[in-house]
C-alpha cells in the first residue's frame, strides 16, 4: 500500500523497533525469554505488523483469544500466551491450536481437564498469582486447591506462573513492588514444595525489566517500551539514575501522519468550527485535515494541539470534528494542497510525542496509542 494514496495512515520503523527489541535482549540476556506482548492491536502499532518485525522475541502475549487466534491464522508459530478470560466455550481452540493461557478460575481448570482428556493433547497454563493488584488472580489460600489439581490432572501442565506490579511504573519508590516480589516468591516456593515447579517464572513487565532486575527470572513480558516509549517519567528517571546513557536507549517506532485536504483564507474575526469556540484576530490560512475523533485523534485536543507541516508547528484551530481538523497555518508561507502532516511523530526538528498528546487529554500514552483507530492502515517503513 502506497502513503500517497492515503488521507490518514500510520508508519511502524523497522529500524526503531528492531533497535528497541534488540536494546532488550542485551539487558536480560540470551537465556531469559522475551514475551513480545501484542494485544489490543500491538498498543495501536499494528498487531501482524509487529508480530513480523519481532524477530527477537522469543514469545508473544495477547489479552483475547480472537487475537491469539488471528495470529496463529497468519502463520505465527512461536508461543502465545492468553492474558485474559477465555470464555469456557472457547477453551478447547486453546488447546486445539497450542496456547498458553493464564489460568486463575477452578472452573477453568475442570473444563480444560476434560478437554485435555478428550482430545488427547495437554493443555498448557500459566498461574496468575494475586500479590497485590487485586485484579485476576489466584489468592494465597487458593494455592493449596490449584496444587491438588495438577497433582490429579497430568493433562493440564503448568507451564509457568507469574505475577503483575501495580506500582512500579508511577513512583521510584518500588517498596510495594517489593513487597509484591516477596509475596510472588513465597507463593512460588510452595508451589515447589507441593511438587508443582514451572519451568517458566515471570514477573517483569516493561518498567521491572528497565529498573528491577531482579524480577526478570527466566522470561519477561515487554509492553510498551519495545514500541520505544518509557512506561512513565518515573521509570525513565530510575532508569536513568544508573544508566546515564537512556536518552537513546530507547526510540519511539510509530508516526501518525495524514495531508491538507483543503487550504482557505479566513477574515479576522471569523469563528472556526463547531460551537464558535475559536475565533481569528488575524486573517487566517486554515489547512483542513481528513482526521477527527472517530479515528482516535482525541477532541481533547481541540484548541491544544499541534500538527507539523514542513518541519514547523501548525496549532489546532477549533473543535475536532469526527473526521475533519482545522489548523493555522498562516505562518508556514510554503503549505501546499495535499503535503503531508504528522499528528504524532517527528518531522524535520520538531516532534509531537505520546506524551504530549497525553497530557493535554489528561490521560497517559497508552491510551492515546491504543484508542488510534485499528482500522488505519499501518506501514511498515525505513
Not at 62 to 75: F, K, N, P, S, W
Request: glycine fraction near 6%; charged fraction near 20%.
Amino acid at each position: 500500500m502506497n502513503e500517497h494514496h492515503l488521507n490518514v495512515w500510520l508508519e511502524v520503523s523497522r529500524h526503531a523497533y528492531t533497535h528497541n527489541l534488540s536494546f532488550f535482549r542485551q539487558l536480560v540476556g540470551p537465556d531469559v525469554e522475551l514475551a513480545a506482548v501484542v494485544k489490543s492491536n500491538a498498543y495501536g502499532h499494528g498487531m501482524q505488523q509487529i508480530a513480523a518485525l519481532a524477530k527477537d522475541a522469543d514469545s508473544f502475549c495477547v489479552h483475547a483469544l480472537t487475537e491469539a487466534l488471528q495470529l496463529r491464522q497468519a502463520g505465527f508459530t512461536r508461543d502465545i500466551l492468553i492474558l485474559g478470560p477465555v470464555p469456557i466455550e472457547d477453551l478447547e481452540q486453546v488447546v486445539a491450536h497450542d496456547l498458553r493461557m493464564a489460568l486463575f478460575t477452578h472452573r477453568s481448570a475442570i473444563r480444560l481437564a476434560e478437554i485435555s482428556t478428550r482430545l488427547q493433547q495437554p493443555a498448557r497454563v500459566h498461574l496468575k498469582l494475586e500479590t497485590g493488584t487485586h485484579r485476576q488472580g489466584i489468592d494465597a489460600d487458593e494455592l493449596d486447591g490449584f496444587c491438588d489439581f495438577f497433582k490429579r490432572n497430568p493433562g493440564v501442565i503448568a507451564e509457568g506462573v507469574y505475577t503483575h506490579f501495580a506500582n512500579i511504573e508511577d513512583t521510584t519508590d518500588h517498596d510495594y513492588a517489593e513487597v509484591q516480589l516477596t509475596r510472588f516468591k513465597s507463593a512460588v516456593d510452595r508451589l515447589r514444595a507441593a511438587g508443582i515447579d514451572p519451568p517458566r517464572c515471570h514477573a517483569a513487565c516493561s518498567a521491572a525489566t528497565l529498573v528491577f532486575p531482579e524480577t526478570h527470572f527466566n522470561m519477561v513480558r515487554l509492553g510498551i517500551s519495545q514500541y520505544g516509549l518509557w512506561s512513565s517519567k518515573e521509570t525513565y528517571l530510575s532508569y536513568r539514575l544508573e544508566h546515564p546513557e537512556a536518552r537513546t536507549a530507547l526510540v519511539p517506532a510509530l508516526s501518525w501522519k495524514t495531508r491538507i485536504s483543503q487550504l482557505k483564507q479566513v477574515p479576522a474575526g471569523s469563528f472556526v468550527g463547531y460551537g464558535c469556540t475559536y475565533q481569528t484576530t488575524r486573517s487566517t490560512r486554515i489547512a483542513v485535515l481528513p482526521v477527527g475523533y472517530a479515528d482516535g485523534y482525541d477532541r481533547r485536543f481541540s484548541n491544544q494541539s499541534h500538527v507539523l507541516i514542513r518541519g514547523r508547528r501548525a496549532p489546532v484551530r477549533g473543535r475536532i470534528c469526527m473526521n475533519l481538523t482545522m489548523v493555522d497555518v498562516t505562518d508556514i508561507s510554503t503549505v501546499e494542497l495535499g503535503d503531508e502532516v504528522v499528528l504524532l511523530g517527528r518531522q524535520g526538528d520538531e516532534a509531537v510525542t505520546a506524551d504530549q498528546l497525553a497530557s493535554l487529554a489528561g490521560t497517559i500514552h497508552y491510551e492515546i496509542l491504543t484508542r488510534i483507530n485499528w482500522d488505519l492502515p499501518r506501514l511498515v517503513v525505513d
